[in-house]
């Protein structure tokens, strides 16, 4: 059966609404102070405490610049922060762990998550 279709006489949610809503409550877990947006520090945190959101974003637990895990984190932030504010706003986060493009209000849809992985793998 196709996804979001009815099996067996139960609605089967599709793996989009599935994915953000996984996307939308991770956010909430970043999101430590309530604002409304993740800063860096607040993704590092979340990457250092919480091994689901490390491997959501594809992270190590530490980010250090000696290792080049810096980079990468630098990388992902980056690829998410859409609109280059320096901050992630939840749909700039859902569009990102959903796989999506970028939505138009953000004006830079050129290279979304071109470069941050290559064969499933985090550069």
């Known amino acids: 059966m196709a996804a979001g279709g009815v099996h067996g006489g139960e609605a089967t949610p599709s793996p989009h609404v599935t994915t953000a809503a996984m996307a939308r409550r991770a956010f909430e ?43 990468n984190f630098e990388r992902v932030f980056q690829a998410m922060d859409v609109d ?27 290279g979304f998550l071109q470069g941050v992985y290559v064969n499933d793998q985090l550069k």
């Open 84 to 110: 280059d504010s320096k901050q992630i706003d939840a749909d700039e986060f859902e569009r990102f762990v959903c796989g999506l493009p970028p939505s138009p209000r953000s004006g830079k849809s050129e």
């Open 29 to 71: 877990l970043i999101d430590r102070d309530g604002g409304g947006t993740l800063s860096r520090a607040e993704v590092i945190l979340a990457v250092r405490r919480d091994v689901a959101v490390r491997a959501l974003l594809g992270l190590p637990a530490t980010i250090r610049q000696e290792d080049g895990s810096r980079d």
